[in-house]
């Protein structure tokens, strides 16, 4: 990218909206994930337009070009490995318009999932994905990863609330997929291809998204089990009933001990595994819902189980669920967090399984997550310090994935496989599928500008050379 | 496709499972469209390994190959336009798996919806999409045409209920896509390009299906209005609520008029339009949303509202619905069926113009369909022998489409485009969104062997060939 490259990207974007100083490239230089690579230049560009003639440039001359929202994504998805431009949806900004008519959403990619979530609220609606990160993470990110959160087990991912993109293709073609139909058959499904592409096949600018009512009434649970078994049938029970929890999450027994002095009332020191459950409905159904829970929790043996309708109730039971990441920190102050899903009933065998690697190769591990969907967290608690300890825990996060596929799972249910997991692609899918996304990315980016390395393209000498530089 | 050809495929498949007799072969030449075009042979392999193999064998001769389920298709996906070899699911009928514990289904994708509904009932469990052809058609072809049904606007698509595909490729291999987990983001959603792409990606032959429980409790209603505005406001007034139907279809005038003699009780003289409501879940609360419709439905000013729970009552309800067709068909003996979508507060704008293009082009037009998520079944009613009502027809269909993409719809909500609607996919979409569709084409079926002229590559000049021929 020299001086003439750079001056054509000012006259695209303007003056004020893109920089080629170290200081300001440092900001860009790293995400969630806790790896740093420096782009040569960073630009904000207004639209899609801006974005489209910024692509053609790209492939003329060439260089790599990498999208980025707020840069919260954990798996290294906005990283500008090959150095390049970093394209940013920061200008992006605004929220179009809510129809709440049609209930529904059109959004410039750059707009906050928290910042839509306040507007919509106005209107009784939400938007139900529900990243940990809502409050700084983009929409259009939340596209590009099709991000999940606590909500995923009643209402979905990010992908089930896209109706339609305005997208730049990696050649610069922009295009408008999907339809604001709530149903359409016409085509392929571009929306859901592009969605979860981690920005390697198009640059997302706008988005149409549906939206939900707010139910009228909220009701939250905590309940504890001697061992993750026990907690595991109450989930099945629940599962099987009729009852939909809008959350259903688990905290395994390391998880618990790590929250114990944290939250605000005594946990009887029989808890070996916590479940945290919510359902959200009309007054009479939540009612009913939560007999029907209390009920599978107490036939499962359960030593607990509390409930809570108020805001202020509530919040206290979530303590337990959010005070695990900072208490984690207190044991070592490097987390690696690996989002594998399996099939629901798989989860107590993965957290069995899960305990003899931590044992075998001796490293922290604390699991929590997403029961009710089979998506577990698994924290691999280090010392970064020590060499060992980190080379025993990436062997152990191998040997994890090749677990967790033999369970039926996969390696990402919500995160990404961005460059942290890439390397390991080929232990959950077969060579000629694989094969057929590269086709796709080929035939959609055949100079591979938009965003490279990401998803399939970041192999294990990748990281080994990487480890030595 | 010559002897030495015939024989090759004869050997994959085995002696009894194909045929060349021109008796069979008009068999295989029609669907659930109003056309006809002959394979040269037709042959019903086992599953994945002869399909590649067959796959393989026509890229290397080559000639086209077209995969055919129960061919109830409404939009000609299964018809083999260039002649060629027609490819049948009828042996890979098997119900491999149901897991009750994490609810899912593995099956081969020549089983019948309504055969898999049966087996699941069994565990408490139902495949919520229910196209009305259900109890024929198979779930391979509902996963291409990525079928809709009444219950769509509360539990969605098929595309929303498969989690997994075992697909050949257009080329011969042999890939798995998608996760048993319910969440996963490894790699891109190969899964939901295939489904919906008409069998011009890919041949399906296996889906892992995700399954929910069936409802405790089902309230079925039917309201009747002066009109389709009054109607409209019910709708609107329902799904602002915070209610969600299993079921919302609407009749238009037209459609009561047809249906007037055929129900089994007296409809007040003064409906000019009706609405047929379910909702199911917990007793407490259907009779909760029950209450909230029947006071919508009063306030938007309905004539009547009826409601029933038992099943006898509830199939007399559903009697108006389901007299519409056959009734329809004693207008006129022709029926050209059209299901565009649309925002759903859209519908009354889109009634209004249909009836505008109903008295210009003088064709009869009965609507009715899915109230809830926009999807309006447009019958033209027609007598084939009439050659200039037949043209008429014609060009009002194609004013249709403009219609409704000007009001921000779709050509086809769940019908699919095959070649009934591929001349007029250009009214929807932009020629850079056809050209990336076809650049992925291009990029996975290079010979343009699978399934050739569906959904983007049937022109009007090929209808305006056909029509000469």
Chains 1, 2 share one sequence.
Not at 436 to 459: C, E, G, Q, S, W
């Amino acid at each position: 990218m020299n001086a003439r490259v750079r001056n054509r990207i000012r006259q695209i974007v303007g003056d004020a909206h893109w920089s080629h100083r170290r200081e300001d490239l440092l900001l860009y230089s790293y995400d969630g994930m806790n790896r740093r690579y420096l782009p040569e230049m960073v630009a904000h560009p207004a639209g899609a337009g801006e974005v489209s003639a910024i692509l053609r440039l790209a492939n003329e001359v060439p260089f790599p070009v990498v999208p980025r929202g707020a840069g919260t994504g954990l798996t290294g998805g906005s990283l500008p490995v090959d150095g390049g431009l970093v394209l940013t949806t920061g200008r992006m900004n605004r929220i179009l318009n809510i129809d709440p008519e049609n209930s529904v959403a059109w959004v410039e990619s750059g707009v906050i999932n928290g910042d839509l979530q306040s507007e919509a609220k106005k209107h009784g609606l939400f938007f139900p994905p529900d990243p940990a990160s809502m409050n700084f993470s983009t929409l259009g990110g939340n596209a590009a990863e099709n991000a999940g959160g606590s909500r995923a087990v009643k209402y979905g991912v990010t992908r089930d609330y896209v109706m339609a993109l305005e997208v730049v293709m990696p050649t610069g073609e922009i295009i408008h997929t999907g339809s604001a139909a709530i149903k359409s058959v016409t085509g392929y499904d571009l929306t859901r291809l592009i969605v979860g592409s981690e920005g390697t096949l198009g640059f997302i600018t706008r988005l149409l998204l549906r939206l939900i009512p707010i139910p009228e009434a909220v009701r939250t649970m905590l309940a504890g089990f001697t061992d993750i078994g026990r907690a595991a049938d109450a989930v099945a029970s629940i599962m099987s009933s009729r009852v939909v929890p809008s959350t259903l999450e688990f905290m395994d027994r390391s998880a618990v001990e790590c929250v114990r002095d944290y939250i605000g009332f005594e946990l009887p020191s029989e808890s070996g595994a916590l479940l945290l459950i919510e359902v959200d409905g009309s007054p009479a159904a939540v009612e009913e819902d939560e007999r029907t829970i209390a009920q599978a929790c107490t036939e499962s043996g359960s030593v607990f189980v509390r409930s809570a309708s108020r805001q202020s109730d509530r919040d206290s039971l979530w303590a337990a669920r959010r005070s695990i990441s900072p208490a984690i920190m207190k044991i070592r102050p490097l987390k690696i967090n690996e989002d594998v899903a399996v099939p629901r009933m798989k989860i107590p065998e993965l957290v069995a399984r899960i305990e003899e690697l931590s044992r075998r190769y001796r490293v922290i591990i604390v699991n929590f997550g997403h029961a009710g969907d089979g998506n577990v967290h698994v924290n691999f608690l280090l010392d970064p310090g020590d060499a060992d300890e980190v080379s025993r825990a990436h062997a152990a996060v191998e040997e994890l994935f090749q677990v967790v596929v033999s369970l039926g799972g996969t390696l990402s249910g919500e995160h990404g496989i961005g460059i942290a997991k890439a390397p390991y692609l080929d232990i959950e899918l077969e060579g000629t599928a694989i094969e057929v996304m590269r086709r796709i990315k080929r035939a959609l980016d055949p100079n591979n500008i938009l965003n490279p390395h990401k998803t399939f393209d970041y192999d294990r000498s990748s990281v080994a050379r990487e480890l030595r530089a």
